[in-house]
């Protein structure tokens, strides 16, 4: 009786683990998903890059901001590209 006992709950632990993880994965992928198309749109990434210039253009050090504003961009449109 109490083995019987302690295997249903094992058993119970294991698919209540799998729905877990199941659920988990689809809202991973979801979020995935959600966040390729914002970043995706022309217009996002042409606002991350006017604001990393403004930022640039407004700073004591503008060469440096220019850079990071650059290789920002191109980081985006990078990893836009390979997933």
Not at 8 to 35: F, I
Not at 49 to 57: I, L, N
């Amino acid at each position: 009786m109490f083995l019987s006992n302690e295997l249903r709950n094992v058993d119970a632990a294991h698919k209540e683990y799998s729905l877990v993880k199941q659920r988990a994965d689809y809202m991973q992928t979801s979020a995935k998903r959600r966040l390729q198309l914002l970043f995706g749109k022309p217009a996002v990434i042409a606002a991350i890059f006017a604001a990393g210039a403004f930022k640039g253009a407004t700073t004591s050090d503008p060469k440096t901001k220019r850079k990071s504003a650059i290789f920002t961009f191109i980081r985006t449109a990078f990893f836009q590209i390979i997933t």
